[in-house]
């Protein structure tokens, strides 16, 4: 059996008056972080993003991805990175959300070197996924704080 709106019975609140704290997604991406924040999570990046470019290896096998994937993973990622630095750079929160991304593509990259024979796996390897964890962890905290 339906009920009507003047069947049901009153409530003590009206749930059109409850007013909600939460920001909206558009808001909270668009909301000022600090210009250390921004510092140390552009920082971190040029820093550790260099050193795990720098401990790879040449390809064993480069023909492991048609050359229009690797393309297309590289592209992904330099987008991602232009994202962050736009977003650092302007001091909004979506710059650590781009960067949370970024950080995870990267983690990404750093699994399928070596699985999928691109490289042979190697010491170099654990020094690159130690910098692509670390970037992972550094913006979830950034992002926690902001």
Same mark, same amino acid.
């Given at each position: 059996? @339906?009920? /009507?709106?003047?069947?049901?019975?009153?409530?003590?609140?009206?749930?059109?008056?409850? &007013?909600?704290?939460?920001?909206? /997604?558009?808001?909270?991406?668009?909301?000022?972080?600090?210009?250390?924040?921004? #510092?140390?999570?552009?920082?971190?990046?040029?820093?550790?993003?260099?050193?795990?470019?720098?401990?790879?290896?040449?390809?064993?096998?480069?023909? +492991?991805?048609?050359?229009? #994937?690797?393309?297309?993973?590289?592209? /992904? #990622?330099?987008?991602?990175?232009?994202?962050?630095? $736009?977003?650092?750079?302007? @001091?909004? @929160?979506?710059?650590?959300?781009?960067?949370?991304?970024? $950080?995870?593509?990267?983690? $990404?990259?750093?699994?399928?070197?070596?699985?999928?024979?691109?490289?042979?796996?190697?010491?170099?390897?654990?020094?690159?996924? $130690?910098? +692509? #964890?670390?970037? &992972?962890?550094?913006? &979830? +905290?950034?992002?926690?704080?902001?």
């Amino acid at each position: 059996m @339906r009920t /009507t709106l003047e069947e049901r019975p009153h409530s003590t609140t009206d749930d059109r008056d409850v &007013v909600t704290t939460r920001p909206e /997604t558009r808001e909270w991406l668009g909301q000022q972080i600090s210009g250390q924040l921004a #510092l140390i999570v552009g920082a971190s990046w040029y820093v550790l993003f260099s050193i795990a470019v720098a401990l790879e290896p040449t390809a064993d096998h480069p023909e +492991a991805f048609p050359a229009w #994937l690797a393309a297309t993973i590289e592209l /992904t #990622l330099l987008g991602l990175l232009a994202v962050t630095a $736009a977003g650092l750079i302007t @001091r909004r @929160r979506f710059g650590l959300v781009a960067a949370l991304g970024a $950080a995870a593509w990267f983690v $990404a990259m750093a699994v399928a070197c070596p699985v999928s024979g691109h490289h042979s796996f190697g010491a170099w390897w654990y020094g690159q996924m $130690a910098c +692509a #964890l670390g970037l &992972v962890a550094i913006t &979830v +905290a950034a992002l926690r704080r902001s």
